[in-house]
């Protein structure tokens, strides 16, 4: 059974910094691209990053470029989400969601519970 | 302000077919497959229809997904009270190099 469990969220002070991880089980987790997407506090759903397979590809949305890092270990299989100079409009549910194969264009078919960032003063 | 459109709303009785809409561009739903996605109140997002309208195993088939040009919809029939959700659509965007959500819907059953 694929299990996705994210850890790391907290409360920061602006300009701060935090990592995120994401535990992944019941996959052979190198074969499947990954995505970090986020939601803000009654509000809908936005992408962060991607990352393929191998590490070897990431894209980031505009609001988060500069600033974020997305990175895996497949020994591990943990997904991380590195984020620094934080803002309080990345106050969100930062979720993991797993890609529903190699390809970047790959649906999430598994999501994980989500981790609370709350970026405040 | 999301790149894709959608209604802020939906409702429907029990029984009754709702669809709810997702509007794009080129650059994502007229050049990719959408997917729609349900979010529960207080869970995470649930894959719900994939490649415009392939339904994932365990998906009941009162949902079906269709996408003409730039837009796509989502059908619910034989609407039940489990039903009562948020629901996104998402597409690849190839101008913004990342995944694209629209602002959601909330479906309320009456």
């Known amino acids: 059974e694929v299990h996705l469990l994210e850890s790391g969220g907290g409360l920061v002070q602006p300009g701060g910094s935090l990592r995120l991880s994401c535990a992944a089980s019941?996959?052979?987790?190198?074969?499947?691209?990954m995505n970090w997407v986020r939601q803000a506090p009654g509000k809908g759903l936005q992408w962060v990053s991607y990352i393929s397979g191998s590490g070897s590809s990431t894209y980031y949305a505009d609001s988060v470029k500069g600033r974020f890092t997305i990175s895996r270990d497949n020994s591990m299989k943990t997904l991380y989400l590195q984020m620094n100079s934080l803002r309080a409009e990345d106050t969100a549910v930062y979720y993991c969601?797993?890609?529903?194969?190699?390809?970047?264009?790959?649906?999430?078919?598994?999501w994980g519970q989500g981790t609370l960032v709350t970026v405040s003063s | 302000q999301s790149v894709l459109t959608q209604p802020p709303s939906a409702s429907g009785t029990p029984g009754q077919r709702v669809t709810i809409s997702c509007s794009g561009s080129?650059?994502?739903?007229?050049?990719?497959?959408v997917n729609w996605y349900q979010q529960l109140p207080g869970t995470a997002p649930k894959l719900l229809i994939y490649s415009n309208n392939q339904r994932p195993s365990g998906v009941p088939d009162r949902f079906s997904g269709s996408k003409s040009g730039t837009s796509a919809s989502l059908a619910i029939s034989g609407l039940q009270s489990e039903d009562e959700a948020d629901y996104y659509c998402a597409a690849w965007d190839d101008s913004l190099k990342g995944w694209v959500f629209g602002g959601g819907t909330k479906l309320t059953v009456l």
């Open positions: 019941g996959f052979t987790f190198s074969s499947y691209v």
């Open positions: 969601a797993k890609g529903s194969s190699s390809g970047y264009i790959s649906p999430s078919d598994y």
């Open positions: 080129s650059s994502n739903i007229g050049g990719n497959t």
